[in-house]
């Protein structure tokens, strides 16, 4: 592969990285949400193509989540805004869907894991440009059999998806009476409980020639694994401050605006096959 390639595969990455660890520390939504995509673009830009290029993109995703999950989780619960009572009794369910979502990923074609994601993108985009915070389905957290088919379902979109709690938890959490703040903070948790598993998953996958970079193990490629992790971790926090200091309704709106454009995208490339 050329060098002069390879390093603005790195630089793009870094961007890409930077803002998304921006974006968790403000909004909450997870970085996978703009990775996937980006990750799609990177590796197709570079040549990588075939039936399984999503499940390097998936899968790599799911690899930063763990690390940044793990840290926004211990930077909540140092602020005792985690509600382990909900991470204990969802928990197990949305590592089931997680393996489930390995499994049904692993057997789909590209084009049908983008179509997934741009119309799963989708909703998530019209939620966070028109959903209003007051929304609710009920005042506390489902549970019993209601529980036992959200949680699995949780994990098994994100996986999909390649990404963490954040985009399917928090709006669950907030539509069933939980405080946005304490939303977020759990959401870290659905994060590490669905990227865990399914890199563990995603691993095991052995991916053809033409879709593995160089550096790839299983379904995971190392250098985009590294460039984004070290982008995120420095970002994070600048998010986290600007999420105290700034209104992010509007900010909000705006991301959902701009994913929708995302989605959209990735729904035509699927199209186009």
Same mark, same amino acid.
């Given at each position: 592969?050329?060098?002069?390639?390879?390093?603005?595969?790195?630089?793009?990455?870094?961007?890409?990285?930077?803002?998304?660890?921006v974006l968790?520390?403000?909004?909450?939504?997870?970085?996978?949400?703009? *990775?996937?995509?980006?990750?799609?673009?990177?590796?197709?830009?570079?040549?990588?193509?075939?039936?399984? *290029?999503?499940?390097?993109?998936?899968?790599?995703?799911?690899?930063?989540?763990?690390?940044?999950?793990?840290?926004?989780?211990?930077?909540?619960?140092?602020?005792?805004?985690?509600?382990?009572?909900?991470?204990?009794?969802?928990g197990a369910?949305?590592?089931?869907?997680?393996?489930?979502?390995?499994?049904?990923?692993?057997?789909?074609?590209?084009?049908?894991?983008?179509?997934?994601?741009?119309?799963?993108?989708?909703?998530?985009?019209?939620?966070?440009?028109f959903g209003?915070?007051?929304?609710?389905?009920?005042?506390?957290?489902?549970?019993?059999?209601?529980?036992?088919?959200?949680?699995?379902?949780?994990?098994?979109?994100?996986?999909?998806?390649?990404?963490?709690?954040?985009?399917?938890?928090?709006?669950?959490?907030?539509?069933?009476?939980?405080?946005?703040?304490?939303?977020?903070?759990?959401?870290?948790?659905?994060?590490?409980?669905?990227?865990?598993?399914?890199?563990?998953?995603?691993?095991?996958?052995?991916?053809?020639?033409?879709?593995?970079?160089?550096?790839?193990?299983?379904?995971?490629?190392?250098?985009?694994?590294?460039?984004?992790?070290?982008?995120?971790?420095?970002?994070?926090?600048?998010?986290?401050?600007?999420?105290?200091?700034?209104?992010?309704?509007?900010?909000?709106?705006?991301?959902?605006?701009?994913?929708?454009?995302?989605?959209?995208?990735?729904?035509?490339?699927?199209?186009?096959?």
């Open positions: 592969m050329d060098m002069t390639a390879v390093l603005a595969m790195l630089a793009i990455l870094a961007v890409i990285g930077a803002f998304a660890g968790a520390g403000l909004l909450g939504v997870g970085g996978g949400i703009v *990775l996937v995509p980006a990750f799609f673009y990177a590796f197709q830009t570079l040549g990588f193509t075939g039936d399984k *290029l999503m499940q390097l993109c998936l899968a790599t995703s799911l690899a930063t989540i763990i690390v940044t999950s793990l840290r926004s989780l211990q930077s909540h619960n140092k602020k005792g805004a985690v509600d382990w009572d909900i991470l204990k009794t969802w369910g949305i590592a089931i869907g997680a393996v489930i979502g390995v499994i049904a990923a692993s057997s789909l074609r590209s084009v049908a894991l983008q179509a997934l994601f741009g119309g799963l993108a989708m909703v998530i985009g019209l939620y966070l440009a209003k915070s007051e929304w609710r389905l009920a005042e506390d957290m489902p549970k019993g059999p209601v529980r036992w088919i959200l949680s699995p379902l949780v994990g098994f979109l994100s996986v999909l998806m390649g990404i963490g709690g954040g985009s399917f938890g928090v709006p669950l959490m907030t539509l069933y009476g939980r405080p946005i703040h304490r939303a977020v903070a759990t959401a870290a948790g659905f994060g590490v409980i669905i990227a865990v598993p399914s890199v563990i998953g995603f691993l095991m996958i052995q991916l053809p020639p033409e879709t593995r970079p160089p550096l790839t193990i299983g379904a995971v490629n190392l250098p985009a694994f590294g460039v984004v992790i070290a982008m995120t971790l420095l970002t994070a926090p600048l998010g986290a401050r600007l999420a105290h200091a700034t209104d992010p309704k509007p900010l909000k709106r705006i991301f959902g605006i701009f994913l929708l454009l995302v989605a959209a995208n990735m729904l035509r490339k699927a199209w186009l096959g």
